[in-house]
């Protein structure tokens, strides 16, 4: 009987060893499986961080355009009031000096007038574009609320912009 049971007993543990050995390669498989989930959040978040600094830096650059544009057309009003100061001086003497240097002022006036038109749209899509770009920024982000106020603005500058309508909806 201790022999049957013996022999009992080792089926038995054997058949245990053979459970614990089966559980052990599965948690190893598991852990496998985990290293290399691990191994690919930490590239995504690597990519993801680096998108972000790609982006901060064209909101960066976007900035600075920006700003430059806002000096070019402080500079061209500086210079249409100039002309148009000197459009009225020369108004008084064109009966005298002819039309000529008249009309050449006005000329000048109206191209820097479409000058300043241009760059103002220009200034416009380049703010727009910017309001977007952060706008991305903050979906990126999961902040909802700002990306949706940076839509709005960019669409106010920009309302015929498809992307900035597509992002918002």
Known sequence: IRLEEARNLRTQLQ???AAKEKEQVDIKKENEQLKK????????QKETNKKRQ???KLIRDQ???AKELRTQI???KIQLEELQKNNLKLTDIRDLAGNIQVEKQQKKIKNLEEQLEALKERFSKQEALM???LGV???REQNYELAIDEYEKA???NPQDADTHYNLG
């Open 15 to 17: 058949g245990e060893v």
């Open 37 to 44: 989930e691990s191994l690919d959040y930490l590239k995504y």
């Open 54 to 56: 790609q982006l901060e």
């Open 63 to 65: 900035f600075m355009q």
């Open 74 to 76: 402080q500079e061209a």
């Open 131 to 133: 309001h977007y770009n």
């Open 137 to 139: 920024s903050y979906v």
């Open 155 to 157: 669409l106010s500058l």
